[in-house]
């Protein structure tokens, strides 16, 4: 039984963990991009604004970031849990 508790406990971190992931990169890909767009008109990023530079690279870029996070962050979550691979 303790094992269950285990898994059900690996399992809510790792939900916690790519949900968090995900409303991150929706904020960056969607809101930033498009929703807070005129709001980041008026700051300057290579030559455009902020809203353009994270419609066309930073989305990308926050997303790449974002999976090497993950994995840091499972490869943690699987040694705290004994799950990692050896």
Do not use: H
């Amino acid at each position: 039984m303790a094992e269950k508790a285990n898994n059900s406990e690996y399992w809510a971190a790792n939900i916690r963990l790519v949900t968090l992931c995900l409303v991150i990169w929706a904020l960056c890909s969607y809101g930033f991009a498009i929703l807070f767009r005129p709001m980041l008109s008026g700051i300057a990023v290579g030559g455009t604004d902020l809203g353009f530079w994270f419609a066309q690279q930073g989305s990308i870029l926050v997303f790449l970031v974002l999976i090497f996070f993950y994995a840091s962050r499972m490869n943690k979550l699987d040694k705290e849990y004994g799950v990692d691979e050896e």
